[in-house]
């Protein structure tokens, strides 16, 4: 394994080249480690010891103690559950936090559209108001307008009947002249007979 590896499992470039000797060996003493990893033989108590502490090897009881790793699955399980409590938490974090900002803009939005239904609502008022106000203008004017054309009709109306009383007269003063001329006329045929 790479040394990114060990890195990502928690362990040192050192500590990874034990693991991965007991690994591929099962089980081995002090001694036969060392003679696999002699660069390593003045820190080889603190690596096992590391190793031991961090659940990647056991050691085997006995007269010489014999250690063997842990399967690998067994090994990195701590550190992949660690790896999912760090994620789970950061992962809740971020639904807190988009959660908390989401609850923010949502309660941004109600008071925008209660603003606005409130001033809906106040220029709904204001325009029923005016439009009142509008048919009560048109109302009075057209009432005025109504009584000056009654007005205009009963005067035309009166007007017109001076004008027929007067043609009545003129009429019946014309028939009567005309009548009187006629008669006139048949008193002088009958003297004249």
Same mark, same amino acid.
């Given at each position: 394994?790479?040394? @990114?590896?060990?890195?990502?499992?928690?362990?040192? $470039?050192?500590?990874?080249?034990?693991?991965?000797?007991?690994?591929?060996?099962?089980? +081995?003493t002090?001694?036969? /480690?060392?003679?696999?990893?002699?660069?390593?033989?003045? @820190? /080889?108590?603190?690596?096992? @010891?590391?190793?031991e502490?961090?659940?990647?090897?056991?050691?085997?009881?006995g007269?010489?103690?014999?250690?063997?790793?842990?399967?690998?699955?067994?090994?990195i399980?701590?550190?992949?559950?660690? +790896?999912? +409590?760090?994620?789970?938490?950061?992962?809740?974090?971020?639904?807190?936090?988009?959660?908390?900002?989401?609850?923010?803009?949502? +309660?941004?939005?109600?008071?925008?559209?209660?603003?606005?239904?409130?001033?809906l609502?106040?220029?709904?008022?204001? /325009?029923?108001?005016?439009? @009142?106000?509008?048919?009560?203008? /048109?109302?009075?004017?057209?009432?005025?307008?109504?009584?000056?054309?009654?007005?205009?009709?009963?005067?035309?109306?009166?007007?017109?009947?001076?004008?027929?009383?007067?043609?009545?007269?003129?009429?019946?003063?014309?028939?009567?002249?005309?009548?009187?001329?006629?008669?006139?006329?048949?008193?002088?045929?009958? $003297?004249?007979?």
């Amino acid at each position: 394994m790479s040394a @990114e590896v060990y890195e990502k499992l928690g362990l040192s $470039a050192k500590e990874g080249q034990i693991y991965t000797i007991l690994v591929s060996k099962l089980v +081995q003493t002090k001694e036969e /480690i060392m003679l696999l990893a002699e660069d390593l033989k003045p @820190e /080889i108590d603190k690596l096992l @010891e590391s190793l031991e502490k961090k659940k990647f090897i056991r050691v085997v009881p006995g007269t010489i103690p014999r250690y063997n790793a842990l399967t690998p699955a067994i090994a990195i399980s701590p550190i992949l559950n660690q +790896q999912i +409590q760090t994620i789970l938490s950061h992962f809740n974090d971020e639904i807190n936090t988009r959660w908390e900002k989401g609850r923010a803009d949502l +309660q941004f939005l109600i008071d925008q559209v209660q603003d606005g239904s409130q001033q809906l609502s106040n220029f709904e008022k204001e /325009i029923h108001s005016t439009l @009142e106000g509008l048919i009560e203008h /048109i109302r009075e004017k057209f009432e005025g307008e109504k009584s000056k054309l009654k007005d205009g009709i009963d005067e035309n109306l009166q007007a017109n009947k001076n004008t027929l009383q007067i043609c009545d007269v003129s009429f019946n003063h014309t028939l009567l002249s005309a009548t009187t001329k006629t008669l006139d006329d048949l008193n002088v045929k009958v $003297a004249d007979l």
